[in-house]
Nanobody, 124 residues
């Protein structure tokens, strides 16, 4: 059973930065579609960024220009660099993967493997 483990969350003031990491226990996971999602209190889970097997990245409009998704295949790790953080970025952040699929779909229901989440709190 492949596991995803997020880390790097914390509390920062508005305008600050954080880098989230997602370690994958399976060596081939980073060849496939992986993504970052977030869930704020009393909100549904939304997609933040996704990266295809070939490294093509896509972002939700609200984070474009501020967040960067990347991966290090040698370290089996997915990253989310978050800059210019805003209070509305406060949420639990999750990484997820779709084993066997190299192009990320838009629908969240495709993602079957999830991490436990890491809290990001941005104070205004």
């Amino acid at each position: 059973q492949v596991q995803l483990v997020e880390s790097g969350g914390g509390s920062v003031p508005a305008g600050g930065s954080l880098r989230l990491s997602c370690g994958a226990s399976g060596p081939t996971y980073l060849r496939y579609c992986m993504g970052w999602f977030r869930q704020a209190p009393e909100q549904g889970r939304e997609g933040v960024a996704a990266i295809d097997g070939d490294g093509t990245a896509r972002y939700v409009a609200s984070v474009k220009g501020r967040f960067t998704i990347s991966k290090d295949n040698a370290r089996n790790t997915l990253y989310l660099q978050m800059n210019s953080l805003k209070s509305e970025d406060t949420a639990i952040y999750y990484c997820a993967a779709i084993p066997g699929l190299t192009v990320c779909p838009n629908e969240i229901t495709w993602y079957k493997t999830w991490g436990q989440g890491t809290q990001v709190t941005v104070s205004s």
